[in-house]
């Protein structure tokens, strides 16, 4: 049973720290691959929770539903945070495209 909140959240915090420390060091691309591998990772591990859960209470085992409710919450968010992501750097990769022409 998980009791440490949500993991997404977590993400975003490591998201301002790494915004902050980026231009202190030479290294910020590698720093910025790990962030976002943990992302991923992050909602990976969400979704693969909320999934177990899922079919642990299908299956008829004594799981709580507010926890099935709360991992399935916690995989949306994770979810969500990470295509937000992605969009924001599509949209600026596409800005840096346009001034480039």
């Known amino acids: 049973m998980r009791t440490d909140g949500i993991g997404g959240l977590g ?4 998201i301002e720290l790494a915004g902050s ?6 290294d910020a691309g590698a720093k910025f691959t790990q962030l976002l591998e ?3 990772q992050d909602a990976n591990s969400a979704q693969k929770n909320s999934e177990s859960l899922v079919q642990g209470l299908a299956r008829g ?3 709580d539903s507010h926890q099935v409710i709360t991992a399935l919450t916690e995989a949306d968010l994770s979810f969500r945070t990470l295509l ?3 969009n924001r750097l599509i949209e600026a990769y596409q800005e840096v495209q346009r001034m480039q022409v």
């Not at 993400?11 to 490591?14: C, H, I």
């Not at 420390?21 to 030479?26: C, E, P, R």
């Open 21 to 26: 420390t980026a231009s202190q060091s030479g």
């Open 61 to 63: 085992e004594p799981v």
């Open 84 to 86: 937000e992501v992605r």
């Open 38 to 40: 943990g992302l991923v």
């Open 11 to 14: 993400a975003l915090k490591a």
